[in-house]
């Protein structure tokens, strides 16, 4: 009668060791941001507000001053839209670059692409890269949810 009690405990041990694996593979699958855009303000009425798109396709948005919408929003962007920003970034927005960075009450815009690339200026850059910019940004708040 021991040795079946002890045997059944050592069947339990063995399932509960490999249940908790399973649920540590599913934890390994992280959620990171592809691409940041944080605007910020002037001595004027400049838009504040920042803006993040993460590998699972999800973009929170954080409107704080001088924008259409104040808060906090989430929503999905679709698969097509996705791929297209990512083309865009890698063309583009491959470097750590600083444009007029001297200028002052101009607002200013930051980039950060995964984390690694950091983008800056004030008021203007060069216009491809502007015209990617805007691109990105159409494309993100293509699919918005205001609330």
Not at 19 to 33: F, H, L, M, V, Y
Not at 104 to 124: A, C, N, R, V
Request: proline share 2%; hydrophobic share 35%; with cysteine.
């Amino acid at each position: 009668m021991r040795r079946l009690t002890q045997l059944l405990g050592l069947i339990l041990l063995l399932f509960s060791a490999c249940k908790s694996g399973q649920i540590t593979n599913q934890d390994d699958k992280e959620t990171a941001i592809v691409f940041e855009l944080k605007k910020s303000g002037c001595y004027g009425t400049c838009p504040i507000f920042d803006i993040a798109l993460y590998n699972d396709r999800i973009v929170k948005y954080h409107g704080k001053h001088f924008t259409e919408n104040i808060g906090q929003f989430e929503w999905y962007i679709s698969k097509e839209n996705y791929e297209e920003i990512q083309a865009i970034i890698g063309k583009t927005f491959n470097q750590s670059q600083s444009f007029n960075m001297n200028v002052q009450d101009l607002p200013t815009t930051k980039l950060y692409i995964y984390k690694e690339i950091k983008i800056e200026f004030k008021g203007s850059c060069p216009k491809e890269f502007k015209k990617e910019l805007n691109l990105i940004e159409q494309k993100i708040l293509k699919n918005s949810v205001w609330k």
